[in-house]
């Protein structure tokens, strides 16, 4: 089972700010917190990642909590490219099933005109 | 550099009969998993391939099988297919360096398989 809880949905006006929430209240020390999305019947983009520190690329930023029990996916100038489904993924750094990407439901973000 | 290529892109085929599917993976990339994505079940774990063996498995039949090639390429095959093997399946790769630290996986556009 995913060990992410994420909202089913959630709608954005373009051009403003997304805020994807997700809990992972029983992260452990060696797992990372991974998010991807998928647009329709596409294959799942990597986004980011992170252990503890917030993260940015030039896609968005990645917000953990100093508990590590919580991060927010930030996408800071929503487009209309950017309606798809959001994956939150805890995934260990070590091999076996651990390493394994576990998805949940996800997130469907719908950015309106 | 190229991304992760799938082929074929879609196919149809009718139970009973069986299939394979290809991947290949960003060059350096050593690891491949394949994945399987259903509307009721979601996208869920099949097997993953470093260095020509087979490393994990998730939880699906015998008729579920793959291998790796030693230049990283792999196939998934499905033996004697059934209405529910339906799915959209997904192979990813990563660069993987070593037996432990998991490298993050690059998802291809996957292969749309339809049985009837």
């Known amino acids: 089972d995913a060990k992410t809880t994420q909202p089913p949905s959630m709608d954005c006006a373009e051009g403003r700010a997304a805020n994807l929430p997700c809990n992972h209240s029983?992260?452990?020390?060696?797992?990372?917190v991974y998010w991807y999305r998928q647009i329709h019947s596409q294959g799942p983009q990597y986004i980011i990642h992170?252990?503890?520190n917030n993260e940015t690329n030039e896609m968005a930023s990645l917000i953990i909590t100093e508990d590590r029990k919580s991060s927010t996916l930030i996408l800071p100038h929503a487009t209309l490219r950017d309606t798809a489904v959001y994956y939150c993924?805890?995934?260990?750094?070590?091999?076996?099933?651990?390493?394994?990407?576990?998805f949940g439901k996800g997130t469907k973000l719908s950015v309106k005109p | 550099k190229a991304g992760v290529t799938q082929t074929p892109r879609y196919l149809i085929k009718t139970r009973g009969q069986q299939v394979t599917l290809s991947c290949s993976p960003i060059?350096?990339?050593?690891?491949v998993s394949w994945y399987q994505q259903t509307p009721g079940q979601g996208l869920q774990f099949l097997f993953e391939?470093?260095?020509?063996?087979?490393?994990n498995k998730g939880n699906f039949p015998g008729r579920f099988s793959g291998r790796q090639f030693s230049n990283s390429r792999s196939e998934m095959n499905v033996s004697t297919l059934e209405l529910g093997d339906s799915a959209l399946y997904l192979c990813?790769?990563?660069?993987?360096?070593?037996?432990?630290?998991?490298?993050?996986?690059?998802f291809g556009p996957g292969t749309r398989l339809l049985v009837l």
């Open positions: 060059s350096g990339h050593r690891s």
């Open positions: 029983t992260i452990s020390g060696n797992e990372y």
């Open positions: 990813a790769s990563s660069r993987q360096t070593g037996e432990y630290g998991q490298e993050t996986q690059y």
């Open positions: 992170g252990l503890k």
């Open positions: 993924i805890v995934r260990s750094y070590y091999g076996g099933s651990q390493g394994n990407l576990i």
């Open positions: 391939y470093f260095s020509e063996t087979q490393r």
